[in-house]
């Protein structure tokens, strides 16, 4: 059981090195700021289609929101990966939640980090 319980930690560790910055790297600069408009567009799609996707980003998410909180106490990059998974689920205060993580200074760093590593733009914020 020890065994399994290192062998999770250590995919989970490089897992999280690999997704959590190339998923951020393919977020648009204006994320924050413009997000919640596509979600909109997104719902009057066909219906079929809205439900399916809204399925699957959900347990992406979901996953990721998981995932993120087990690398807090296991090696990882546990606050990223929450703050991914939250931005791939929708849910009614999603806007809200994301407002209050990504105000943090240290969050905004980190992500920006990424982004230069990467040679992308900054995330553009609301001021506050």
């Known amino acids: 059981m020890l065994e399994l319980l290192g062998l999770f930690s250590l995919l989970t560790f490089v897992g999280s090195l690999i997704a959590v910055p190339w998923m951020i790297g393919r977020l648009p600069a204006d994320y924050f700021l413009t997000h919640w408009q596509e979600v909109d567009q997104r719902r009057h799609r066909h219906f079929v289609v809205a439900i399916v996707l809204h399925v699957v980003r959900n347990f992406l998410g979901l996953?990721?929101?998981?995932?993120?909180?087990?690398?807090?106490v296991l090696p990882g990059q546990g606050l990223l990966t929450i703050l991914v998974g939250l931005s791939v689920m929708d849910f009614p205060a999603k806007r809200k939640v994301l407002a209050t993580v990504v105000a943090k200074g240290a969050v905004q760093r980190g992500l920006n980090w990424i982004r230069r590593k990467q040679g992308k733009m900054e995330f553009f914020y609301l001021e506050s």
């Open 63 to 72: 996953l990721l929101l998981l995932a993120g909180i087990a690398m807090l």
